[in-house]
């Protein structure tokens, strides 16, 4: 794929998930992602929330095509992000969990729990994320089906 097919890619953490997050930022620029990172931006305590809706807002407006957040478990910036109508966020730590978040339920933000996942899992399971296609058919309606 040249790089300007890639997806722009939208990011966000905590505290807890800031190391990861760069770590995760420095593979996807490597490849030829544009990555919009949306913080936080230190190792400094501070609330996920804060992170999460503007890069919740970036990937449902389509200025990012896809995202990839994470705080310490991944639970409270799921729940966040999950608020957003138009956000699917899926909580993975392997990269069969991002498969099927991908095949099935077309998530269109990657979580990862930055302190229960080894790096070289975490970047697999990202690589698995960006490169699986939504089935569509029966999934399409149960998906229409999640905004309440
Ligand atoms: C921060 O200590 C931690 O609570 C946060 O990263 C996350 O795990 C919350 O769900």
């Known amino acids: 794929m040249s790089s300007s097919a890639l997806p722009v890619i939208g ?14 930022k420095e593979m996807l620029v490597e490849k030829g992602y544009k990555v919009v990172d949306f913080g936080t ?23 990012c095509a896809l995202g990839i957040a994470m705080c310490g478990t991944g639970n409270g910036i799921s729940m966040t992000l999950n608020k957003h109508q ?22 269109n933000i990657l979580v990862l729990p930055a302190r229960f996942i080894e790096t070289e899992l975490a970047l697999k399971t990202v690589e698995t994320f960006l490169n699986t296609p939504f089935e569509g058919g029966r999934h399409e309606r149960r998906i229409a089906k999640i905004p309440v």
């Open 41 to 63: 931006n230190s190792e400094e305590s501070c609330d996920y929330p804060d992170y999460a809706h503007p890069c919740a807002k970036a990937v449902e407006s389509g200025e």
């Open 86 to 107: 138009g956000i699917r966020a899926a909580l993975c730590w392997a990269p069969e969990l991002a498969k099927l978040a991908k095949e099935h339920n077309n998530a």
């Open 11 to 24: 990011m966000c953490s905590d505290h807890a998930g800031y190391e990861l997050k760069n770590i995760i």
